[in-house]
Nanobody, 115 residues
Framework: QVQLVESGGGLVQPGGSLRLSCAAS????????MAWYRQAPGKQRELVAA???????NYASSVKGRFTISRDNAKNTVYLQMNSLKPEDTAVYYC?????????WGQGTQVTVSS
């Protein structure tokens, strides 16, 4: 049974930083591509960043240069380091992976950027 558990969200002021974590179980993590998505109120869920099993990354243009995705295969965990946060980064952030042609999502963690 695949499980993804996000943590690390919270309230931060504009310009601040947060690091999100996503702990995975039930998959061969070192072979899995992982991704972070976000969904703001009234908007569609969008891809924020992704990382392949080999460590290649890609980012949404809106976060490039501010966010960094990384993975620790020994801990079965993927991270999203978010710097220079803006109010428009406010959203629920979700971790995603795929296994057996099926997508799996975590429960989400709220990030609020506000003064």
């Amino acid at each position: 049974q695949v499980q993804l558990v996000e943590s690390g969200g919270g309230l931060v002021q504009p310009g601040g930083s947060l690091r999100l974590s996503c702990a995975a179980s039930g998959i061969i993590f070192s072979s899995a591509a992982m991704a972070w998505y976000r969904q703001a109120p009234g908007k569609q869920r969008e891809l924020v960043a992704a990382i392949t099993s080999g460590g290649r990354t890609n980012y949404a243009s809106s976060v490039k240069g501010r966010f960094t995705i990384s993975r620790d295969n020994a801990k079965n965990t993927v991270y999203l380091q978010m710097n220079s946060l803006k109010p428009e980064d406010t959203a629920v952030y979700y971790c995603k992976t795929e296994s057996g042609l099926r997508a799996y999502w975590g429960q989400g963690t709220q990030v609020t950027v506000s003064s």
